[in-house]
C-alpha cells in the first residue's frame, strides 16, 4: 500500500473513530492526538503550547506575545517575529510532510490535506452527518452533556473553530465538496459502511496507480 489518506470531519460525525478503523484495517498509522507529541519531537515546541494551538487559530496579540516565551527551536530570523499560533501551525505542517514521506498513514484534520497538496498518493476525504445524528453522537460520547441544546452547542463551537483554523491556514474551504476527493454521510452509511466505502475508494485508487 501506497495511500495516505487525510480525513476532515464535522464534530460528532465519528470522523476520528473511522479513520482509525481505516487505519486498522491498512494496519497503518492514524494520527489524530498522536501528532502533538510528534509535532513536540521535531520542533522543540512544549506538548501543552501545542494542544493549546490545536486546529485553534488566534488573533489574540498578546495571548501570542505572551505564549511566544516559551517556544525554543526555530531560530531562523523569518521566524521571530512570527506569533506562536503560526510558528506552531508551521511546525505541525512540517512534521505531517516528513511522516508522510515515511509511508502511508491516515491523518485526522489538521490541514494535512493542504500539507500535502503536493504530493499524488493522497485521498482526501470529509466525513459529515445530519446534526439530529451528531447530537446523539456528542451526547453518548460526553455523559456530561445531558441536553440536546448543550451538544447542539457544543457541536457549533467546535465546527466553528475547525472551520476558521483550515480556513485559515488553507486557500480552500473547510466541509465544501470541491475542497475533497469524496464526502461521506455516517449518517447515511453509519461508521462501519463509511470505513468499507473509504476502503473500497482506496484499493480502486491503488489498482489505477
Keep these: 500500500m501506497k495511500t495516505i489518506i487525510t480525513i476532515g470531519r464535522q464534530f460528532g460525525s465519528g470522523g476520528r473513530e473511522i479513520g482509525e478503523k481505516v487505519a486498522q484495517h491498512y494496519g497503518i498509522k ?3 492526538k498522536e501528532l502533538i507529541a510528534k509535532v513536540a519531537s521535531n520542533s522543540g515546541f ?3 503550547m501545542i494542544r493549546q494551538q490545536d486546529e485553534r487559530p488566534t488573533n489574540s496579540f498578546l495571548y501570542n506575545l505572551v505564549m511566544d516565551t516559551y517556544s525554543f527551536g526555530y531560530n531562523a530570523s523569518s521566524f521571530v517575529d512570527m506569533p506562536i499560533s503560526q510558528k506552531v501551525f508551521l511546525a505541525q505542517y512540517d512534521t505531517i510532510k516528513k511522516i508522510a514521506e515515511e509511508g502511508p ?8 490535506d493542504s500539507a500535502l ?4 498518493n493522497v485521498i482526501n476525504f470529509f466525513i459529515h452527518a445530519s446534526e439530529e445524528y451528531r447530537i446523539k453522537e456528542i451526547m453518548r460520547r460526553y455523559p456530561d452533556i445531558t441536553t440536546a441544546q448543550k451538544a447542539r452547542d ?12 483550515y480556513n ?3 486557500s480552500k474551504r473547510w466541509g465544501r465538496a470541491d475542497t475533497y476527493d469524496a464526502t461521506i454521510n455516517t449518517a447515511l ?3 462501519d459502511g463509511s470505513v468499507k466505502l473509504i476502503c473500497q475508494i ?4 491503488e489498482a489505477l496507480g
Design 30 to 32: 492514524c494520527y489524530d
Design 46 to 48: 512544549c506538548q501543552e
Design 105 to 112: 498513514c491516515v491523518f485526522i484534520g489538521r490541514c494535512a
Design 117 to 120: 497538496s503536493d504530493r499524488t
Design 154 to 165: 457544543f457541536m457549533i463551537k467546535k465546527d466553528r473553530q475547525r472551520q476558521s483554523y
Design 168 to 170: 485559515y491556514y488553507s
Design 189 to 191: 452509511l453509519g461508521v
Design 202 to 205: 482506496v484499493d480502486d485508487f
